[in-house]
């Protein structure tokens, strides 16, 4: 039983993949996770903005635009009007902080054309 006194450090797991351990894992040594990404971009992003200290609640939130901007950004050319309404459905989710952190991320043309269009 803890006592009143003792401080526990948390920390936030994220799993994208497989999580295993050499016993449990909340008390386990030798903690091993196999990280399988499928397209890269998605969880970038999902990664930048849990680092940026947006919780992941509301990055749950503008999931739909995060994936909806992966996948055009996955085309040799995305259309920047895919890219601005990803980033109009996250600021209409409340979520406009997200939206330059996203960008900065991502660091590619067509993003910072589509940011620069909604400024």
Do not use: C, W
Not at 4 to 25: D, F
Not at 36 to 53: A, K, R, W
Not at 55 to 83: C, F, G, H, M, N
């Amino acid at each position: 039983m803890q006592n009143e006194s003792e401080q526990i450090n948390s920390k936030t797991i994220i799993q994208i993949g497989t999580l295993s351990a050499n016993g449990s894992v909340a008390v386990g040594k030798d903690i091993y996770q196999n990280i399988t990404i499928q397209n890269g971009i998605n969880e970038q992003i999902v990664m930048s903005l849990l680092q940026n200290s947006i919780p992941l609640s509301e990055v749950d939130k503008i999931r739909t635009q995060i994936e909806q901007l992966a996948d055009e950004l996955l085309k040799p050319k995305p259309e920047q009007s895919v890219i601005v309404k990803a980033f109009k459905g996250m600021i209409d989710f409340g979520q406009k902080l997200a939206v330059p952190i996203i960008a900065n991320t991502v660091n590619r043309p067509e993003v910072h054309a589509a940011l620069a269009s909604l400024l």
